[in-house]
DNA sequence: CTCGTGATGTTATCTCATAACACACCATCA
DNA sequence: TGATGGTGTGTTATGAGATAACATCACGAG
């Protein structure tokens, strides 16, 4: 998966256990202030490059809609192709899922009907989890 | 579709015009630098507002990979509901293409064996387009 | 006419993200 | 072993995207 040259260094083994122990999306600003073990904040680049390193290599997943980022849940954390990502976010508590995405290959069919190949897919489907629909 | 009380206002139509004319996304910014029709930009909030109205009638799209607005191009440009979005985005000229959605069935059974009841989904595929492949 | 809801105008500020440059690390190959 | 080139980091500064808060205005219902 990793271009040749490409190394998992200390600032994105940082981010990516940050990610890791956070487990639902976190906020780029939020880690840039937790990236100091001793509670000092990092540099934004720092932390977004961090973040764009490990997108590429399919361990972790930028959540535009929410402007988050989540460690990937599925088999690209174990080293696999980095790949299509679907989530489930809960408008009201934040909670989020990943889910298996539906389908890659219709959209890459319906791409191809347009001209385009396509390279990433997001799914963000937005709605409310269970405990927030039983909470009124 | 519109709530009781809710009216297409002269800002919103502008905004709404603005994403029509343009054809393409457009971000916020360029719409508050256009809003006026003799030059004079808009103050965010004006075209923010208009935005939310225009995509909770499902008339505009948010399309947050690449923070910004497109007109929707489907049904509901002509009343229907607020529906699922499905774009083909071109990383190399910002081409971008609405596409019907697959199968938004099997999103909302995804989502209901984890629980969540699902309100908007979007997909964005990220990729290069027919002309940008050609030119290398 | 008056009241309530929805919409607008305005100021200020907040959050998110990247450009640009200098320097450090590390494998490799003469 | 020391020159070299790619990759990564540190730092400063700034650009871009979005919203909070509050005052005022417009309009339809009663």
Redesign the interface.
């Known amino acids: 998966m990793a271009e040749a040259g490409e190394r998992m260094t200390a600032p994105r083994r940082r981010v990516l256990s940050l990610l890791l122990e956070t487990g639902e999306p976190v906020k780029a600003y939020d880690l840039i202030a937790r990236f100091g073990e001793d509670g000092q904040a990092a540099k934004p680049p720092t932390v977004y490059r961090a973040l764009e390193f490990l997108e590429r290599l399919g361990m972790a997943h930028?959540i535009?809609?929410i402007s988050a980022y989540v460690a990937c849940s599925g088999s690209a954390a174990n080293g696999s192709a980095p790949h299509a990502a679907?989530f489930?976010i809960?408008?009201c508590c934040g909670a989020t899922?990943e889910?298996?995405g539906?389908?890659q290959g219709?959209?890459d069919a319906?791409?191809a009907g347009?001209?385009?190949?396509?390279?990433?897919?997001?799914?963000?489907?937005?709605?409310?989890?269970?405990?927030c629909?039983e909470a009124g």
Do not use: M, Q
């Open positions: 930028r535009a809609s679907a489930l809960c408008d899922r889910i298996a539906p389908d219709s959209i319906a791409a347009a001209g385009y190949v396509i390279a990433r897919t997001t799914i963000e489907a937005h709605g409310l989890c269970l405990a629909r």
